[in-house]
């Protein structure tokens, strides 16, 4: 079997179900269930004999310990992590422990169970490490995408707590030999995406006929990365890259963050047209921008399509597309997570921050 921490989340849960659709192989999924992890998610499996699901924290060393002794997992694939900007800036300390000091943990208690594995099972174990392209800092409009050799520039709280947790994975593979793999993604979007994020957020509001939030000019551009595709990408990383290597995983997709909400506005004109007919981009607000906003991220995918054959399949429009369809079929699943603790944050995040288009 495979252990999964942060399965409950938008891109574990992805995992989890695409895992189990297409392989036999169990799936352990260690989850603490904060805000943005849903057991819902993964419904689907809730009662598949190949699925097990433990409430717990990468931290909780001991509890890592004992589930790696009973269940004896062939490799790990690490997705748990605090990962939005907006809340790292208003609450940085939660990123710090999680996202650092977990993962650190979880290193160590997964480093003891693979040094105690005979040789056979200790060539083939892996540690895959899901992080992100935020790590490498800010582009120039026309500088080159990131590659994996590009240098750390974190520029958020939650980007440098990603980082960190880099380097002690790469750490524990040039000290202590763990056969780890780290994988860099560009922006994700699709199903099950809690409602903080860009894509939506944007959807959710636009349904309410609530304004529709932009930071600054909007041109603020990002490479977008379909859910499915990257877990196809980490499928691959983990059966066949190299230990000790990371691999960065993009969407080819560059968008500016105005154009992506044009887009899902047209696919709502399109799919749940406005009571009148009003083009749902007149909700479109441009609030003051966030600290140290990234202007741009793009993603060299080079090296996963030339070592592992690799490359997205989903292209942006058909994504977006499926995406606002999925919201429109699962409101039931919106209203189970956007409680009244999210409706306080989006107030506190967005209200008094319009600024003129």
Not at 23 to 42: Q, S
Request: net charge negative; glycine share 10%; with cysteine.
């Amino acid at each position: 079997m495979i252990l999964v921490t942060g399965g409950c989340g938008f891109i574990g849960s992805a995992f989890v179900l695409g895992w189990l659709q297409d392989r036999d192989e169990p799936v352990l999924n260690l989850d603490l269930l904060t805000y943005a992890g849903h057991p819902g998610n993964l419904q689907a499996v809730s009662g598949d004999p190949r699925y097990l699901f433990v409430r717990g924290d990468i931290g909780d060393q001991q509890l890592v310990e004992r589930l790696l002794a009973e269940h004896r997992p062939r490799a790990i694939v690490n997705f748990a992590a605090e990962s939005h900007v907006d809340r790292s800036i208003s609450g940085p300390l939660a990123f710090a422990q999680t996202n650092v000091v977990g993962t650190l943990k979880l290193l160590e208690a997964v480093n003891a169970y693979w040094r105690a594995l005979p040789a056979p099972a200790q060539a083939d174990f892996r540690f895959l490490h899901v992080s992100t392209d935020e790590v490498f800092g800010s582009l120039a409009a026309d500088a080159p995408a990131f590659s994996e050799s590009h240098r750390y520039e974190p520029n958020s709280p939650y980007s440098a707590s990603k980082a960190a947790s880099d380097h002690f994975v790469r750490a524990w593979h040039h000290t202590f030999g763990l056969p780890t793999l780290t994988t860099n993604c560009s922006n994700n979007y699709g199903p099950r995406q809690f409602p903080e994020k860009l894509i939506p957020l944007i959807i959710h509001n636009a349904l309410r006929g609530k304004p529709l939030p932009v930071y600054g000019d909007g041109r603020q551009v990002r490479d977008w990365l379909h859910v499915d595709d990257h877990c196809l990408a980490l499928r691959a990383v983990l059966a066949t890259g190299r230990p000790g290597e990371s691999y960065n995983i993009g969407g080819r997709s560059e968008r500016a963050n105005l154009d992506v909400v044009h887009a899902i506005c047209g696919a709502l004109d399109r799919l749940r047209p406005r009571p009148g007919g009003a083009p749902h981009a007149e909700l479109v607000t441009h609030v003051k921008d966030r600290p140290g906003h990234d202007r741009r991220y793009a993603i060299d995918d080079g090296k996963i399509a030339g070592e592992l054959g690799w490359q997205p399949r989903v292209g942006f429009e058909e994504g977006i597309r499926g995406t606002v369809q999925w919201y429109l079929d699962n409101q039931a699943w919106v209203e189970s997570v956007t409680s009244g603790s999210y409706r306080d944050w989006v107030s506190q995040q967005y209200t008094g921050l319009a600024t003129a288009a």
